[in-house]
């Protein structure tokens, strides 16, 4: 089955930019989708197809996708981004779809 | 406004059944795609089931395959999730979640969740 790894942790001090990684096995012929998960609340979509956003998602959010690795790009990081985040890709394989382990953000 | 709701969850001893059921309202509840997805204590998210518009074709998690049936209402705008033997594994947040537009594999909205516990 597909496997998507994400470093467990990331973090970064305010105004600075964020970097969160997706691995997987030719990742960059796949889509991947982006999600934020606050404390006790549901997950929400900030990128979908690699790199749009939903509307209401700031242009600070942005993502990119190629070979074996998936990046969701934070700019001017802000406390309130402070979050777990998912990357998530359908496996056609198998008609499955993928969650990475998450990557919980810290602002420092 | 767009909007999910999930209810049914509860205690259950293992082996146990219930049934998870999802309201949508503020969309063309039949036009869409719909998962499941469920969130262990402290855990990821894990994806469940899908199943698509017209509930002729649906898929499963290994781990719940043959045990979960995913069905759908569309008259009643709502989804279902039917759980039997039930394992102390999966004790879980369930969130029901909208597939994007044309069938698309994102999820754009997501229920606030209901929590099942199984434990005797």
């Known amino acids: 089955s597909y496997v998507l790894t994400q470093p467990p942790s990331v973090s970064v001090a305010p105004g600075k930019t964020a970097r969160i990684t997706c691995g997987g096995n030719?990742?960059?012929?796949?889509?991947v989708h982006w999600y934020q998960q606050k404390p006790g609340q549901a997950p929400v979509l900030v990128i979908y197809?690699?790199?749009d956003r939903p509307s209401g998602i700031p242009e600070r959010f942005s993502g990119s996708n190629s070979g074996n690795t998936a990046t969701l790009t934070i700019s001017r990081v802000e406390a309130g981004d402070e979050a777990d985040y998912y990357c998530?890709?359908?496996?056609?394989?198998?008609?499955?779809?993928?969650f990475g382990g998450g990557t919980k953000l810290t602002v420092l | 406004e767009v909007q999910l709701v999930e209810s049914g969850g509860g205690l259950v001893q293992p082996g146990g059944s219930l049934r998870l059921s999802c309201a949508a309202s503020?969309?063309?509840?039949?036009?869409?795609?719909m998962h499941w997805v469920r969130q262990a204590p402290g855990k990821g998210l894990v994806w469940v089931s899908r199943?698509?518009?017209?509930?002729?074709?649906?898929s499963y998690a290994d781990s719940v395959k043959g045990r979960f049936t995913i069905s759908r209402d569309n008259a009643k705008n709502t989804l279902y999730l039917q759980m039997n033997s039930l394992r102390a594994e999966d004790t879980a947040v369930y969130y029901c979640?909208?597939?994007?537009?044309?069938?698309?594999?994102?999820?754009?909205?997501w229920g606030k969740g209901t929590t099942v516990t199984v434990s005797s």
């Open positions: 197809y690699d790199s």
């Open positions: 998530q890709v359908w496996d056609s394989s198998s008609d499955r779809v993928v």
């Open positions: 979640a909208r597939a994007g537009y044309d069938a698309a594999f994102y999820m754009d909205v």
């Open positions: 503020g969309f063309t509840f039949s036009s869409y795609w």
């Open positions: 030719n990742i960059g012929s796949k889509s």
């Open positions: 199943i698509n518009s017209d509930g002729s074709s649906t």
